[in-house]
Structures are given as C-alpha cells and as structure tokens.
C-alpha cells in the first residue's frame, strides 16, 4: 500500500510529486520550470516538516511526467530530492534526482563573449561537484562558473 499521507500534500491521480526538495529551492525549480505561467495545475508546499532534512518543500505536478532526463536537470538546485510519478492515485516510479554529467541546451552562457551567444547551438555544460559549489563548464568557451551563476537565480 503507497502511503499517501507521507506526501503531505493532497494525493493526485496522475502526475509527478518532487518531494524532499530543500526548504527554499521550490520556488527555484518552478521558475525553471516555467510552470507558473502554464495552465498545468501545480500545489507547492513549502517549508513543510521533514525527518531528514528540517524542513523541505514539495511541488505536485498534475497530468505532466518528467522524464530521468528533466529531472535531473533539476537536480542541480536541489540534489537528493525524489520524484514520485503517479499514476491512478498510486506511484507508479521513483526516483532519486541525481546531477547529471552535463547539461544541453537549458541554461545561457553567462561568458557574453561566448560564441553560444552568437552561433544557433545548444549550450552545453560539463558539471563538476566541488567541496564548495557545483561548477559547470562552457564546451564552447571553456568557462567555469557556478551554478548559481549560470541558472540565475
Ligand atoms: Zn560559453
């Protein structure tokens, strides 16, 4: 039996749940999901009690499944979050966000002078997790930044 009330956010019957968000980074990832100004139908909680990490936030998705792939790049603002796609009221999949090798085509080069400015490619970023921050580094202008820097937010 899935226990629906560990979600603590009213259960759906076909969507994804991101769960054990850190307090804080929800709003981030609905930002990068552009969500907020679709029609898909979203509940966040935020600030929400959690066993392991204090607080966390959660944000549920309805009728919209994100792929390993989407997921992880969410992962980079909030690493160790889990997505729980449901299907009839039940979780049908779950699984741990993890950062990915490297991310295509979703976030600009913050190097004005790169050439992904410039020339109709996908940016691409190789992503390396140091002691302090998760760097990630430019194919084309061979640029590391953080990822505060290069997400933005
Ligand atoms: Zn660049």
Same mark, same amino acid.
Not at 39 to 44: A, D, F, L, Q
């Given at each position: 039996m899935v %226990? =629906?009330?560990k979600l603590q956010v009213e259960a759906?019957? #076909?969507? +994804?749940v991101i769960d054990h968000i850190p307090a804080g980074q929800g709003i981030k990832i /609905? #930002? $990068? /999901? $552009? /969500? /907020?100004?679709?029609? &898909?139908?979203? +509940? &966040?909680g935020f600030n929400? *009690?959690? =066993?392991d990490l204090g607080l966390k936030d959660i944000i549920k998705v309805e009728n919209r499944l994100f792929n390993e792939k989407e997921a992880n790049e969410l992962a980079i603002f909030a690493p160790g979050a889990t997505i729980n796609v449901i299907d009839e009221y039940q979780v049908q999949n779950k699984f741990e966000m993890s950062i990915p090798e490297s991310i295509e085509g979703v976030f600009e080069c913050p190097n004005s002078n790169c050439i992904t400015h410039n %020339? *109709? &490619?996908q940016t691409h970023f190789s992503l390396r997790q140091s002691k302090e921050s998760l760097q990630m580094k430019c194919k084309y202008c061979e640029k590391s930044f953080s990822k505060d820097i290069v997400a933005g937010i």
């Open positions: %226990e =629906k009330h759906i019957r #076909k969507g +994804t /609905l #930002k $990068q /999901l $552009q /969500l /907020l100004g679709s029609n &898909v139908r979203i +509940t &966040v929400l *009690p959690s =066993k %020339e *109709p &490619v």
